[in-house]
């Protein structure tokens, strides 16, 4: 993914790089950024106040933080109503057991996500 996006920022001529850290110690200086954000990312790491302190760390005062996240996919509404769908209509899911391939204890830090 980080590959990707820095073989499409140098072909687009950006001055930005993608660079592979641990959202818990960001290698980034304090007040760095006007805008910071976490699309599905921070709902999912182990110490999710520890990963807010650092987004906060790295954004200028006044500046914006934009978090994108949902919890527990078991209370996830539209969730479960997109895998209906995908089932009604795609054959290939067609009488499978499974309704979700999303997993979950009751903790939204535990969520996972398997490939079968
Ligand atoms: C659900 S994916 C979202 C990826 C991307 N934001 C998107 O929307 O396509 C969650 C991402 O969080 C990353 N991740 C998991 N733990 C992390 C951590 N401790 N620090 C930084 N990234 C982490 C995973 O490698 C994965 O790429």
Redesign the pocket.
């Known amino acids: 993914?980080i590959e990707h996006f820095n073989a499409c920022v140098t072909a687009e001529g950006l001055d930005t790089e993608g660079r592979?850290?641990?959202?818990?110690a960001l290698d980034l200086p304090d007040d760095a950024f006007d805008v910071t954000g976490?699309?599905?990312?921070v709902m999912?790491?182990?110490d999710q106040p520890q990963?807010l302190r650092e987004i906060v760390r790295v954004t200028k005062p006044g500046g914006r933080v934009l978090l994108?996240a949902y919890g527990n996919p078991a209370e996830f509404e539209a969730l479960h109503v997109f895998i209906s769908q995908h089932r009604r209509w795609s054959p290939s899911s067609r009488g499978r057991r499974r309704t979700s391939r999303c997993s979950s204890s009751r903790s939204p830090t535990r969520t996972s996500?398997g490939s079968g």
Request: contains cysteine; proline residues 6%.
């Open positions: 993914m592979v850290m641990d959202c818990h976490s699309l599905f990312g999912l790491v182990p990963a994108i996500c």
